[in-house]
């Protein structure tokens, strides 16, 4: 079980854009955060291609580091600060989960309480599941669910709040109750339940009960209020080895599971604060006994995966509530990162350290904000330094070379196909899943164009590579390009299993052809 977070009085510094305050002398900082850190920085951003990277450390109660490195976006010249603002992903969900705490702890509601009882609309496809179903599984990806389920349907379509929360009875579970599938529906249930027991919007909660007792007045749940701000950060992701903006989806309906934007240094405040059993300065924002809560492991993720098993002893990841347990050289970790179109972010807490560290990235596709975070928790181990990017690079490279191949050899399949089975005109019409609703399949010339529903802005052409198979290439590069085969009973087309790119959902869809 987890101990609970050290109880030290928390000194909160003010800094100001890239200057670095700290009541800790410069003479107890490790060697590597002292003299060495800035230009393994500036190296690393270079080598990842990430344009912007912001990040802050706290130790023993006070901030010791707050500094932004490289630009808000790729060709420019405004720099990154502390204090720029960065989509977060799924490190919200940790804001998520201790929010909901609250809230239920002052109603008088216990974490494993049934869903049902606080959101009696609340439905699975499953009823013994919806019945069975607890808040504490939806915290920590016990649902039945699997990886990602939904996320293609829920997240950057049109779909509202009531809608979402209507489908979640129309998706089978892909794994079973009790194992861990990561979901992002939980914690959007999460977010209704919110509403639901504090009779206002998710951001407005959110405000009122934890961003403003810290000083977190940065930090904000709302995309409109993010895209507003004027020191933002903008998205980019490498597309064939070549930085581009990316086009930021909507994550307004899903914001509890990862629609919250904030900045090195707010997070600074955060991380402060569960660091200090809950307490920032002289109030206490939530209980130590929430934070054992949030913190202790509940379920096995695997085994560890690189780069934390590189040089070290890593054995086991497990999760808790918006935070995955790790063995790490002797010592716990507590983190969490998140991934969003064009953004990461990474949360990092070490207890019995009493350290915190947060990284900030406005790119998607590096592993900078792993390997960063693992050599600053070597120099306060007083470990050897060690050169991640580097490591990470030897795997992930590969990795991204092979993506490459595969997109190149599948192209050539394209080129080199013979004629469909039946004639193209006969793919084209209505194509309906019971969860998602409608696609439609029109003629193009010598291919198909697929539109969606609920995705007004989104399509994708198909190309025909053989065997009842097509080439998707969507016009949003984060789906990617993917095989979707259809079915051909008797000469007619009877449907198609439709797939994105497995970051986004691996599950696939299956669609009935409506005959006319």
Known sequence: MMKLFANVTSTFLFFIGIIVFSTVQASTLPAFIENGLDDDIEAAIAQWQVPGLALSIVKDGKVVFAKGYGVKQAGGASAVDADTLFTLGSTSKAFTAALFGKLAGDKGIALNSQVQGVLPQFSLSDPWLTKQMTFQDLMSHQTGLGTYQGDFMFFDSDLSPNQVFNKLSLLEP?????????TNVGYFVLGQAIEELSEASYEDTLHKLLLTPLDMSATTASQRKFQRSSNRALAHTLHHGQVQAAEVGDYSVMAAAGGISSSAGDLAKWMLTLL????????QVFNPQLLSAMTSPRVVVGKAQPPYTIFNNSNFELYASGWYNIDYQGAELLTHNGGSYGYTSSVTL?????????????SDSHLLFETLKLEIIDAFLGLPKRDYSVLAQSFFMPQLQAKQNRDKALGELVKNAPSPEVALSQFAGLYRNKAYGGIVITREKNSLLMTFEHHGDLSATLEYIGDGVFLSRFNKAVYGNNKIPFSIIDGEVAGMSFSVDGHVEPTPYEFTRIKE
């Open 350 to 362: 070490l207890p019995e350290q009493n350290l915190g560290i947060a990284i900030l990235t406005n």
């Open 276 to 283: 200090n059993g809950g307490k920032y300065q002289d109030k």
């Open 174 to 182: 892909a794994g079973s109750y009790g194992d861990f599938g990561y």
